[in-house]
């Protein structure tokens, strides 16, 4: 099967970082391949290895994002496709979805594949939108995944349990991060990527308006999460702990 | 009139408490904009359950009744949102966040070329679109989002907002739409509810939840002790769905189930921040740890240092002496 | 078998990038191997890194204000302490602020993390731009070693061949062991653990309080108080808008004593002196590190031998006699030397230790060795109990009296400095260690 796996270089959601002004920064320049889309690659290999077939890797990101394509190769990613953007313009996750669908239209695949969210942005909106836009079965959350003959079988994390779904293919999924450990490349991995190839893609060559590439949702500022206001803390005997909270549990808080 | 149209989810033959807060923000929005405030309920049997829905104010509630709703499944539900959304003509639909509406939520803008801004913690309305805050950064920071456009798709993260009764005796309207299973080219095979009878932690109003203290079967069976005497929903951190202590249905967190119940009793959690993005919203925090400097403390409005085999005890005899 | 490297380099610290960025530079075909998922992600330093090599590996760094280093140093302060005060040395001065600087205050995971990519940049602009690469978050697990030569690194299952080896592990250096350089076990007297918090302030408010411009910059280092009586000292380095805080332990002391390092850098932070330097800064940022003592006792058998080259603190090159602590740009220099060294190798097609031993040459007519066995009675001097308690409390005593103004007949200051020195010591000790200090320093 041919996998297609979008990806997305984010910052390091970990490292520290300052709010001044409104204006988030990131102590450190540190960028890497966002998790949830590491594990989409790694599902991708390990299903490939299985069953035979194709991954490619596809980012849209500025001249950085070649370092998180590479470290997709050699992961084990047969072929990267690098969307060359500036990285200032402010894109949303419609623009993106947009640009991704230009790119598709031209491509033959079997499955698309994304992580379900990125890291900087927790909106997890993109997947579906380019499955919508290129009219493709699809289906999100995946924690599992299965290749049967020319059908992508997807174990899908429900609100009421674990959802079984049958997908023909060419489809599209997007991958949660609980669905395995991502590999860490080794050294031949790392070797071996040096020699496969990147094509970079310009924007402009995708045909798509300007209209198309705006966005209409746009990030105004960053605050800091409220605090919650401080609670109460026990020490001590255990007996009278216990049972001091419970009753402030039923005078106090009044949630019994 | 313009009118902000809210999404009633129906899970398990009952109204989602989630998306009656989302209707309960949409009236306020709508009477303090001059704009109605309209429902949709998509389901086997979306007409009994008219009274639940109006009872918080939705004027009028569009329905839509067929057999394909009985599981969730995406494609026949952007297609009768899409109707119901050409009908209505509305301002912003408004969605609870739950895993069936992240399943949507993109595909239905790209379909309606809407705007669309999703998880959301609070919003309200701009004279071109909405504006809104939500969590980022790992839920360690809230970004203030502006979406501009003439239709807004928008999805609120549970316990972002009360309920609040304005019952109204609404106009129902009935929307024609069928789907054939045969149709769908993606299909349901089946679903593995491994929760089966249990409390669903997104309607939960008290959550007991294990964490890696939780070691051991003794430990386990306090745990349940406690969510029987309470009637509460057993919930779990990361590590112990991930070690498959339990299902990880039931995991709370920033990649799991993000729940917002009345109270929330944290049992061997540390409190990362992971763990932490997915329960932020309880309304009472009580954590027990035996380690002082456990981050839970931060956020646990009452917080028992102390062994869990201890405490806990005496703690469910005293409550059941209370509840009686 | 596939290709062969020149060089393999294990570790991506100081000295590990500094070689390969002059193999790079020379056309050497080499492996730059970091275990850390990022050069610097692994590394702590407190720290200065001192002298002009910086400026030899990445010209006119100065320029580049967004690059990896934090601020120059323009003043350099020795601090004497007891429980409640403070007795420094200081020296400021604008001949500090010309370029190429003395003394650059880095942050590792910043200042490596850049480092490496001007490496790219010497990598892609080399004949073996193809070939010669960065490989991080890999681990080596072993040398390969062939009748007593190094011939290649195995990491997991894989092997990969090189003519020869440059070890830059840091200063927990197994493989030096492994291929008999070093004995498997060092004496805890001879390493320290180095402690730290990065403590954040507005920029506006760390320049004031430090009374900074621009980009200068203050390295503050202690003795006294600051280690409860443990061996060791503090020290404070100005950062952008953070400031570096913290101490290195004698290892051995800190079990004699029964002390935590965590323990003790809260306890200096309480010193009055500390505490109005860190007042309303909020900690961002905690980390630890184990370091070299600088006891030459320490340092490997041998710096070579058949396809293998020891480099930075996998070597034990570090020095503090006193006044400053040196150990990057040790690093960096003797990291540079091994690269010049091996390109001699290469050029002879001989890469045995009759070549490799240039290396050691090189290193023993370079400051490094020069300064490390001048100044080794200085080391050992600065790690008694008299330079670590006695001192610092003497001269606390002696100022106390000194600067203090009271409304009777003064006191001759040799009166005073006479009281001091024999409430904590003895003109005959003070006469000992002046004698030993004199030649030494």
Known sequence: ?256 | MSSILTYIAISDGKIKRSSLEVLSRSKALADANGLTCEAVIIAPKATSFIDGVQKYGASKIYTITDSIFDQHRNAPLLSALSKVIGTSKPRVVAFASTEGTKDILGALSANQNAGVVADVSSFDLTSNGVKAKRPVMAAKVVGNVEVTGDVILISVRSGSYDLIESPINAEVVSVDFSSNEGDLKAKLREIISATGDTIDLNEAEVIVAAGRGVKDDEARSLISELARVLNAGIGASRALTEAGIYDPSLQIGQTGKVVSPQLYIAIGISGAIQHVAGMANSKVIVAINKDPDAPIFEVADYGIVGDLYKVLPPFIEELKKIKS | MEDKFDCIVIGGGVAGLSAAMTLARKNMKFLLIERGEFAGAKNVSGGVLWGSDLAKLVPNYWEDEDGGWERFINQRRLTFMDEKSTFSLDFKSKHFNETPYSGVVVLRSKFDNWLSSKLQEAIDASDYAMDSFIATNIKVDEVLMENDKAVGIKTGEDEFHADSVIIAEGVNNLLTRQVGLQDKYVPADHMLTGIKEIIRFDQNVLEDRFQLNGLSGMSNEFVGWATDGVEGGGFLYTNRDTISLGLVLGIKDLRDKKKSPHDLLNHFKTHPTVADAIRGGEIVEYSAHVVSSGDSRAMPKELYKDGILIVGEAANLLMNAGKAIQGMDYAMRSGILAAETIVKAKAKNDFTSSTLKEYRTAMDESYIMKDIKNFQDAVHLLHTDTMQNKVPNLVCDFGRQFFTIKNEPTPKSEKMLLGAIKKYSSIWELLKLGFKARKSL
């Open chain 1, 1 to 256: 099967m041919k996998f297609y796996v979008c990806i997305k270089m984010v910052p390091d959601v970990y490292a520290p970082f300052q709010i001044k002004d409104g204006v988030l920064i990131m102590d450190a320049d540190r960028m890497v391949l966002n998790a949830y889309d590491a594990s989409a690659v790694e599902e991708a290999l390990v299903l490939t290895e299985k069953h035979g077939g194709e991954v490619e890797v596809v980012c849209i990101g500025p001249a950085k994002a070649s370092e998180t394509i590479r470290k997709a190769l050699a992961m084990g990613a047969d072929k990267g496709t690098h969307i060359s953007i500036s990285g200032d313009e402010a894109f949303d996750s419609g623009s993106y979805a947009r640009i991704l669908s230009a790119f598709f239209k031209k491509k033959e695949y079997d499955v698309l594949s994304l992580g379900k969210q990125s890291q900087d942005t927790d909106s997890g909106l993109t997947g579906s939108m380019v499955a919508a836009l290129l009219n493709l079965p699809y289906a999100t959350n995946a924690v599992g995944l299965e290749v049967e003959g020319a059908t992508l079988i997807v174990k899908r994390q429900g609100d009421t349990g674990q959802e079984m779904i049958e997908l023909p293919t060419p489809c599209a999924v997007t991958c949660s991060n609980d669905m395995n450990e991502p590999r860490i490349p080794n050294l031949k991995g790392i070797m071996a990527s040096k020699r496969k190839p990147i094509d970079v893609v310009e924007l402009s060559s995708l045909g798509l308006s300007d209209d198309e590439l705006s966005s209409n949702s746009k990030v105004i500022s960053f605050e800091h999460k409220p605090a919650r206001k401080a609670g109460q803390k026990f020490e001590g005997d255990a007996e009278e702990v216990a049972h001091k909270v419970a009753q402030l549990l039923d005078t106090e808080a009044n949630v019994l």
